[in-house]
């Protein structure tokens, strides 16, 4: 069994930073550094959406609106999942949730793809 906790978000202007951080942690029957990791969002009244997702080979992949702004990165050992986001927009407004699958490889940004959730951290961008 795989449990994430997010932490570091906040409320910023437009064109600031902040640096998402979700502990990993599993039984010994798991093994999360090994699991494909991703950063979904959801803003009120919208459906959950992809922003950035990391393989066991660090391949990434984003979402077309946060290419070039968002990066996102593991520490294996430590079981840290990191989402550095700059240059942020009122529309990247939303809960930001970290997810994870035992599927080793890099997954597509979608919701059904993955098992394990964390409860999120709110990020607010104001204009």
């Known amino acids: 069994q795989v449990r994430m906790v997010e932490s570091g978000g906040g409320s910023v202007q437009t064109g600031g930073s902040l640096r998402l951080s979700c502990v990993v942690t599993?039984?010994?029957?798991?093994?999360?550094?090994?699991?494909?990791m991703a950063w979904f969002r959801q803003a009120p009244g919208k459906e959950r959406e992809g922003v950035a997702a990391?393989?066991?080979?660090?391949?990434?992949r984003y979402a077309d609106s946060v290419k070039g702004r968002f990066n996102i990165s593991r520490d294996k050992e430590k079981n840290i999942l990191y989402l550095e986001m700059n240059s942020l927009k009122p529309e990247d407004t939303g809960m930001y949730y970290c997810?994870?699958?035992?599927?080793?490889?890099?997954?597509?940004?979608?919701?059904?793809?993955?098992?394990?959730w964390g409860p999120g951290t709110q990020v607010t961008v104001s204009s």
């Open positions: 997810a994870s699958d035992k599927r080793p490889w890099l997954l597509p940004l979608r919701v059904s793809d993955f098992a394990s």
């Open positions: 990391i393989d066991v080979f660090a391949q990434t």
């Open positions: 599993s039984d010994s029957d798991s093994r999360a550094n090994r699991y494909c």
